[in-house]
């Protein structure tokens, strides 16, 4: 007896709520889920790609950002994740983020601490707190919610709650995001 081979689609399992990092419409049709790590090349290339999508498709697109940082690859992965979410608890996530993937190569303490200062916070504050592990329970959450919803790299992206398994590149995100709008 032979059984067929089932092929399923993973799903988020998690879904987006207000407690998420939003960028775009709150009510657009489409919104595409990144699990990302800000040390990663990947997400670096996907980077302003998603940016594109987002500026040449603002009514249509949001964007929703959560923490996946591969540690054992990564080392200063988690501390960035921290970083950003140190930012947010101030209203600055968006731009933290912008500047994490934009000095991606500069993710040590130091430069860190000038990336908080550029966007206009206490890197004093912003690393006590991460000091402290403050927001280490925010990180692990979204880490958590990504392995429970079949996140076994970065970056995955969900589209409308469907994991993407494509490629990242500007055409094909376009493509995906125009297929979801029609789909809605």
């Known amino acids: 007896m032979t059984?067929?081979?089932q092929v399923t689609t993973a799903r988020l399992r998690i879904p987006v709520t207000?407690?998420?990092?939003v960028r775009g419409p709150v009510d657009a049709p489409v919104?595409?889920?990144e699990y990302g790590d800000f040390q990663c090349r990947f997400c670096g290339a996907a980077y302003p790609n998603l940016a594109e999508v987002l500026r040449q498709r603002a009514d249509m697109v949001r964007l929703v950002y959560r923490h996946f940082p591969i540690t054992n690859v990564h080392p200063y992965a988690e501390t960035a994740a921290e970083t950003a979410e140190a930012a947010a608890a101030r209203g600055r996530f968006w731009e933290m983020y912008d500047w994490l993937y934009q000095h991606q190569d500069q993710l040590d303490q130091v430069h860190l601490s000038l990336g908080v200062e550029q966007i206009g916070l206490s890197p004093e504050e912003?690393?006590?707190e991460v000091g402290r592990q403050e927001y280490a329970d925010r990180v692990r959450q979204d880490f958590v919610g990504g392995i429970r919803s079949g996140v076994n790299g970065t970056p995955t992206l969900f589209v409308n709650d469907v994991r993407h398994d494509g490629g990242y590149d500007l055409a094909e995100l376009l493509?995906?995001?125009d297929a979801a709008t029609d789909d809605g």
């Open 175 to 177: 493509a995906v995001v």
């Open 126 to 128: 912003i690393a006590a």
């Open 18 to 21: 207000e407690r998420d990092h």
């Open 3 to 5: 059984t067929p081979l």
């Open 31 to 33: 919104t595409v889920v």
